[in-house]
């Protein structure tokens, strides 16, 4: 059986936060389940998440040649079976880094349209969560993200999209009374997420 080849985005301003230490979970879970994984992590490459006149798409040229960095990036995903998205819940949605990653990478006549399909067959969103999941899924937050998340990935042609919410990342909510127990359910969580690629 060929073995899963997983591409891991993630975007964080700091490379000792929580998403970075989960980013590690999962490439952890990954090379303990013989799987192979890449990472990209935004900051540290210098990606700009703006989209300039090179990357905005020409709806009648699939062909079109965008900027180097798109390319380069685009074709990161070559190989790849699954992609893996972590983030840090911003504003009830992805900060603007994976957003401008989704505009400028998996753009028009590369990831769909003009007969294209991206590789990966599956996406998996990680979203880390400062508050509780009761607050998130009473506001209806847990159900707008997922059917955003995963409707939205429809239009590259992947069905298979799931999310996982990692709740309480800052850790002040009533009812955890040992942080780094409760850190480490969340990164068992995340490896959880690993081992259903199987
Ligand atoms: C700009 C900004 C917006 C945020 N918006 C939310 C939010 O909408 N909901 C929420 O529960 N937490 C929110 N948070 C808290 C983050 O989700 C939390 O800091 C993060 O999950 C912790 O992971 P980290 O240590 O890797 O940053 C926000 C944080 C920042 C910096």
Redesign the pocket.
Known sequence: MKSENIYIVWA?PRTD???ARVVEEIQGEAAAQGMRSTTLDLYRRGFNPVLETADEPDWKNPDKHYSEQVQQLFGELQDKDTLVVVF?????SFPAMIKGWIDRVLNYGLAYGGGRKIPVSRIRWVA????SGDK?AANGWEENLSHYLNTMVRYIGVEDSAVTFLYN??GVEEGIDNRQQHYDALFSQARGMVKGLR
């Open positions: 964080h936060s929580l998403t840090p819940v911003w504003w009830y880390l969560v400062g508050g998130f990342t800052i």
